[in-house]
C-alpha cells in the first residue's frame, strides 16, 4: 500500500506544483548557470572565435585586393601585349605591301621587256609582210601592164586599127600613171 499512497502524493503535488523552470526557489541556480554559461561563451567568442573570423576576413581581404592588383597588371600587360600584336601586325602589312609593290613592279618591267620583244616581232614581220605586199603589187603592176597592153591590142584589132606595140605599151603606162 504503501506505493500506492506515494503515487497519491506525487499525483496531489503534481496538481499543485507550478513549472519547474518557472519555480521562484530554482532563479538563483538559474540565474548562476546563465551568468556562467554566457560569460564562458562570452570569452570563447572574444578569445578564440571572433579573432579567427576577423583574422579569415582580413586575410580575404587582403587575397582579394591582391588579386584585383594582380588583374589589373595581367590587364595592363595583356594591352602592352595587344599593342606589340598591333604594330607587328601593321610592320607585316607593310612588309607585305612592300613585296607587293615590288613583285608589281618585277612584273611591270618582265611585260614592258616581253611587250618591247613582241613589238619588235611584229614590226618586224609587218615590214617584212609589207615588203612582200610591195613586191607582189610590182609584180601585179607588171602583170596588170602586159594584160592591160595585150587587151588594148585586142580591142584595137577588133575595130580594124593596128597599133605597134611600144605605142600600145607606152599608152597603158601613161593611163596606169607611171609614164
Not at 104 to 120: L, P, Q, R
Not at 123 to 145: G, I, Q
Amino acid at each position: 500500500m504503501y506505493p500506492i499512497l506515494i503515487a497519491a502524493d506525487a499525483a496531489k503535488d503534481a496538481e499543485t506544483a507550478a513549472f519547474p523552470p518557472f519555480d521562484p526557489w530554482h532563479f538563483p541556480s538559474q540565474i548562476f548557470w546563465l551568468v556562467v554559461l554566457f560569460g564562458t561563451l562570452y570569452i570563447v567568442l572574444s578569445r578564440i572565435i571572433l579573432p579567427r573570423i576577423g583574422n579569415t576576413l582580413e586575410r580575404r581581404e587582403s587575397t582579394i585586393a591582391s588579386d584585383l592588383d594582380e588583374a589589373a597588371r595581367l590587364n595592363d600587360d595583356a594591352i602592352d601585349a595587344q599593342k606589340a600584336v598591333d604594330v607587328s601586325i601593321a610592320k607585316a602589312h607593310a612588309k607585305a605591301r612592300e613585296t607587293a609593290d615590288k613583285a608589281k613592279a618585277k612584273i611591270d618591267k618582265e611585260i614592258a621587256s616581253e611587250t618591247a620583244k613582241v613589238d619588235a616581232e611584229v614590226d618586224k614581220k609587218l615590214s617584212e609582210s609589207e615588203a612582200r605586199n610591195a613586191e607582189l603589187r610590182t609584180e601585179a603592176m607588171k602583170s596588170v601592164e602586159s594584160i592591160a597592153g595585150e587587151a588594148a591590142e585586142s580591142v584595137l584589132g577588133k575595130f580594124g586599127s593596128k597599133a605597134g606595140k611600144s605605142d600600145v605599151t607606152a599608152a597603158v603606162k601613161s593611163a596606169l600613171g607611171e609614164g
